[in-house]
């Protein structure tokens, strides 16, 4: 976070588009940054430092774990009944069953939460997995905003999305760091079985007076922050 502080008012006026990833629990954050393509320079040259399998290594195998610790478990076997409904829904009578190499992360973090979701050690455990997932995955790549932007959510969740001034890009007030040291400090004092991630970006304001980021002053910034819980069960809990 000290780092975040530094860089900030840089990170802000020198990007088209920033958002920030934080992982509960862990000092992990995800920074994600959008700017049109040089037409001198083209796209920076990145070469991966780990393949795809390699990435997911980690949350592979602490879902084979998990669902050994888990195997009998009320939560596990309504999942099981949840996720064989919506298979059958969706799948055709001779399609195969695919094997754990061929989900997605996301895919495997709602399996991997619906075993104990709200256990706040196993949550840990999910939110460590996907922060590792993030470090092996640094890289580049050229599309549409809205594409860059975006990330798989994974299945069915309630989001929780505030909006709050953050000073002007000249002079940010650093509520909106400040907002997300007290909501991470919130998490681990509550112990709260908070997934990740916990997602940050910045707008210019608006001139609509119903927006949340309507403001008078046209150099003004505002920060949302949305807060997710997956909803990976039938479980009524």
């Not at 009944?81 to 996301?106: G, H, L, M, Y």
């Not at 706040?120 to 640094?138: G, L, P």
């Not at 505030?162 to 991470?184: Q, R, V």
Request: with cysteine; aromatic share 10%; net charge neutral.
């Amino acid at each position: 976070m000290k780092d975040l502080k530094k860089n900030q008012k840089k990170m802000l006026s020198e990007n088209k588009h920033v958002k920030y990833l934080y992982i509960p629990y862990a000092d992990t954050v995800v920074v994600v940054t959008c700017n049109p393509v040089s037409k001198w320079r083209g796209p920076p040259k990145f070469k991966p430092k780990y393949t795809k399998d390699e990435a997911m290594q980690h949350v592979r195998e602490l879902y084979k774990e998990s669902l050994k610790k888990y195997r009998f478990s009320v939560n596990y076997l309504l999942s099981l009944v949840f996720s064989r409904a919506r298979e059958i829904t969706t799948k055709s009578p001779d399609s195969n069953e695919p094997d754990i190499n061929e989900f997605s992360f996301t895919e495997l973090r709602d399996k991997l939460l619906a075993l104990d979701p709200l256990n706040k050690d196993h949550v840990m455990k999910v939110n460590h997995a996907e922060a590792k997932i993030w470090r092996k995955s640094e890289g580049y790549r050229v599309g549409w905003s809205d594409e860059i932007l975006s990330f798989d959510c994974g299945g069915q969740q309630w989001v929780s999305e505030t909006c709050f001034p953050a000073g002007t890009l000249s002079k940010p007030s650093m509520k909106d760091l400040e907002y997300i040291e007290e909501l991470k400090q919130l998490i681990e004092k509550e112990e709260i079985p908070a997934p990740a991630p916990i997602e940050q970006r910045w707008t210019a304001r608006s001139q609509s007076l119903m927006s949340p980021a309507s403001s008078s002053a046209e150099d003004d910034i505002f920060s949302w922050v949305g807060v997710i819980m997956y909803l990976p069960t039938m479980d009524a809990r």
